[in-house]
Antibody, heavy 121, light 107 residues
Framework: QVQLVESGGGVVQPGRSLRLSCSASGFTFSTYALHWVRQAPGKGLEWVAAISYDGLNKYYADSVRGRVTISRDNSKNTLYLEMNNLRAEDSALYYC??????????????WGQGTLVTVSS | EIVLTQSPVTLSLSPGERATLSCRASQSVSSRQLAWYQQKPGQAPRLLIYGTASRATGIPDTFSGSGSGTDFTLTISRLQPEDFAVYYCQQYASPWTFGQGTKVEVK
């Protein structure tokens, strides 16, 4: 069965960096676009970034563009989110998600359980 | 960016009642690119409906979606105890956006 397992979250000071990982199994990783979605405590869902199946195309929310880089290693079945110059407003539970279909224009059928990022001095 | 506005913010109903949730888009959304999710406390979102009206795997037929253009609706025909949760709509044309959510609570 499809599994997505995020890791790498933690408490980090403002201005510092963090790299999140999402380890995938149960499907052909290299054929699916993938996404990161975040949820601040008690708030709604916010899409963060998307990456095509081959890693060549990437898309970012305005709120993170320039500070965040999405990448993937298809040989390791792993998705990454490199976050730099972190701000308090980046504090959230970060989910990776896979679509119903391989294209990135697809509803998010599979979600991990999330990894919590807290930006605080 | 397409902004999705959900209403009401909170819906107070009793088990067995019908729930009607609304999602209005700031500009026209392709009916192929509108989805609904359910989220319970401490859990990841769960896909209910995609392509406006197609139920995801394992979703009971008490859940149905409809709409077109800028107005979309999620209907739960008879609320079960496990249906009390927060519901989000989403459009998945780039950039992807979610509505702010509707909480369905027990009256």
């Amino acid at each position: 069965q499809v599994q997505l397992v995020e890791s790498g979250g933690g408490v980090v000071q403002p201005g510092r960096s963090l790299r999140l990982s999402c380890s995938a199994s149960g499907f052909t990783f290299s054929t699916y676009a993938l996404h990161w979605v975040r949820q601040a405590p008690g708030k709604g869902l916010e899409w963060v970034a998307a990456i095509s199946y081959d890693g060549l195309n990437k898309y970012y929310a305005d709120s993170v563009r320039g500070r965040v880089t999405i990448s993937r290693d298809n040989s390791k079945n792993t998705l990454y989110l490199e976050m730099n110059n972190l701000r308090a407003e980046d504090s959230a539970l970060y989910y990776c998600a896979r679509g119903v279909t391989p294209t990135w224009y697809s509803a998010f059928e599979y979600w991990g359980q999330g990894t919590l990022v807290t930006v605080s001095s | 960016e397409i902004v999705l506005t959900q209403s009401p913010v909170t819906l107070s109903l009793s088990p067995g009642e019908r729930a009607t949730l609304s999602c209005r888009a700031s500009q026209s959304v392709s009916s192929r690119q509108l989805a609904w999710y359910q989220q319970k406390p401490g859990q990841a979102p769960r896909l209910l409906i995609y392509g406006t009206a197609s139920r995801a795997t394992g979703i009971p037929d008490t859940f149905s979606g409809s709409g077109s253009g800028t107005d979309f609706t999620l209907t739960i025909s008879r609320l079960q105890p496990e249906d009390f949760a927060v519901y989000y709509c989403q459009q998945y044309a780039s950039p992807w956006t979610f509505g702010q959510g509707t909480k369905v609570e027990v009256k």
